[in-house]
């Protein structure tokens, strides 16, 4: 039996304001695969994040995209998210006045209605704190309003859970936090990214892959998968850095 | 995106307000006057009333104040200087008797506020409740256990037959009839209201609540209100009001005089959700004692023009006043809110917050003042306005007047307009919330500092009307 592809990104591109920033990428991901994508700032991870959600400014402008055997590429943010669709963002916004409790409520009323599982709503969510350590009074706080880095970062994977999503893109949620924190969300992502699902791990810092070893790891340069290989290629990259990477790319392709 | 007015030029009313709020009553009235204000009208409220002289006289000279001040030359003028005083009916008395039970209030009137939840909430959570429908109060209700610690609540027109000593005392020493036009017009022609008295360190713990319905077209609703906590009481006072749908503006013009005396604490909550045909042009203030403490807090959702701006005479040592504020402009709606505290005594404090949204081409403006005499030295004040844009059609303005006559006053001051962020509401809407839902929380998280300070109750309530404005919201 072949596996399932939860996810099939094939030849996408993706522009902000007409101008090209992901420029032609490509990515099977299979069911209870874990992937990394990797690359230095400005590589164009996070603007592939964006896009695959549904950001109304990230435009992809060719390419195809399947959920599941679902098209994604016709749905907006909310249906593509109602989809199975996750996106830990780089930079958590802040929505003051709204508790996180009951911020997650309304997200899952928004896929449940009304039904079990926001019954069971208030257990789940205790079980997710204590999973992710995270304090009670997070509960009762406003959205991201005055959150460290860390707790923000903390707060996505809690969402995560609490949504069980089949993909789960997790952009940077290694940054900023310390060991500690680094270990309790790695082990919260294990914990509770959904074990026929796929997730993947957008970082540029291999140190977090310590945690949750990839299936494969994708590099990133100027908009392309430049490369990729097993769990392996990141420990290379960390040891010779993306400049060497860079010059061997730039040197098969012959630019 | 419904829309059942059928004046396009008041814009578009949600179609659940109509059916809601909106609806009229057939008018079965034991007394309508005719349209139309003059010293004969005045005379004929104050006989058929019979009141005492002195109010009489006080309705007169009230009335030529009326007729010779000029409008106020702020706010929305324009709307203003078209009021057409003349069209207006300005006493209308439904019932001739008030009660207290609501199986004598006429039927059609007991399922106008049966549909409005009065009743309900009366039994669930309220000390008292008094029920104005056009100039009276037709229902009143009144918990025993506080009548039997000397609790006064009764309609204004009660409470000057029954306590002419108290009421003569207070009555129009805050706010005179010469304050404004306004002021002078709900001072010749006043009806209705609430009169409060609670003596001395009696702690009401029950919102007591008053609801004002207008139901006929070209109205002119003038309730009167005063109340009174005598030293180290305190007291809880709600109002709510609606009106139905009509073409042409009806009018709401109240006055509310508030005193706190030495030690007392008094809350005062309004949830205004007139219908977009009313023009409420109210005048609201309040008079702190020594150690006292005054809270108004003041919601707009409806009307087509609101010029409101509770405020607090700080007259003790110590004294606070806290304003809290929120306004909703939706289409065709000026809401011309605020604030003023006057510092008179040392030591005392302020604060007012101001949050507007404004909406579909809604026009939301704070006008403040805080003015601290020479007087009161060592006292403080903190302003906050915070302006929330849902579109590019909505305006929002602000105009904060501040007056520091006394050295070593410590005011802050922060004025604030947002959007709507796309990214805030990407980041909702990837957590699988449709636009609408998402703009709605963010609207009801930037309205949450008023919203936590209201009875549960209000608080779902306010929270159900702020998404029936914001529903269809984008275009
Ligand atoms: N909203 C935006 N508006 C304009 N340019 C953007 C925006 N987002 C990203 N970019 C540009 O796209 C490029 C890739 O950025 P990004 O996707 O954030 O990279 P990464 O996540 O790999 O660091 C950068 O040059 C960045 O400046
Ligand atoms: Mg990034």
Known sequence: ?255 | MGNITTNKSIGTIGEDYAEKYGFHDPEEYFHKGARGINHEVVEMISKMKKEPEWMRDFRHKALDIFLSKPMPGWGDTEVLNNIDFDNIFYYIKPTEEQSDNWDDVPEYIKNTFDKLGVPDAEKKFLGGISAQYESEVVYHSFQENLKKQGVVFLDMDSGLREYPEIVKKYFATVIPAMDNKFAALNSAVWSGGSFIYVPPGVDVTVPLQAYFRINAENMGQFERTLIIADKGSRVHYIEGCTAPVYTTDSLHSAVVEVIALDDAYIRYTTIQNWSNNILNLVTKRAVANKNSTIEWVDGNIGSRLTMKYPCVYLVGEHAKGEILSIAFAGPGQHQDAGAKVIHFAPNTSSRITSKSISKAGGQASYRGLVKVHATAKNSKSSIECDALLIDEKSRSDTYPTMEIDAANVKIEHEARVSKVAEEQLFYLMSRGLSEDEARLLIVNGFIEPFTKELPMEYAVELNRLIELEMEGSVG
């Open chain 1, 1 to 255: 039996m072949s596996k399932n592809k939860i996810l099939s990104i094939n030849n996408v591109h993706v522009e902000i304001e007409g101008k090209e920033i992901v420029k032609g990428v490509s990515l099977q991901i299979n069911s209870g695969e874990k992937h990394a994508i990797m690359g230095k700032n400005g590589s164009g991870k996070s603007s592939l994040a964006n896009a695959l959600a549904g950001h109304p400014n990230y435009e992809i402008t060719s390419g195809t995209v399947e959920l599941d055997g679902e098209n994604l590429l016709d749905k907006s943010a909310t249906e593509r998210s109602l989809a199975g669709l996750f996106l830990g963002f780089q930079y958590p916004l802040t929505i003051p006045g709204v508790t996180v409790a009951n911020f997650l409520r309304a997200a899952i009323k928004a896929r449940n209605g009304d039904g079990i599982d926001i019954k069971n709503f208030r257990k789940v969510f205790k079980e997710k704190m204590k999973l992710l350590k995270i304090e009670d009074s997070f509960a009762t706080r406003y959205l991201n309003d005055g959150f460290s880095g860390g707790e923000k970062k903390r707060l996505e994977i809690l969402q995560m859970a609490m949504l069980r999503p089949k993909l789960a893109i997790l952009d940077e949620t290694d940054s900023g936090l310390d060991i500690d924190a680094l270990k309790i969300v790695a082990n919260g992502i294990m914990e509770s990214a959904p074990k026929d699902g796929g997730v993947i791990l957008v970082t540029h810092y291999q140190r977090m892959l310590d945690y949750i070893k990839p299936d494969m790891v994708h590099i990133m340069i100027d908009g392309r998968i430049v490369k990729t290989g097993g769990a392996e290629l990141a420990l290379e990259l960390e040891a010779g850095g993306y400049d060497k990477l860079e010059t061997e790319v730039s040197q098969e392709v012959g630019v």
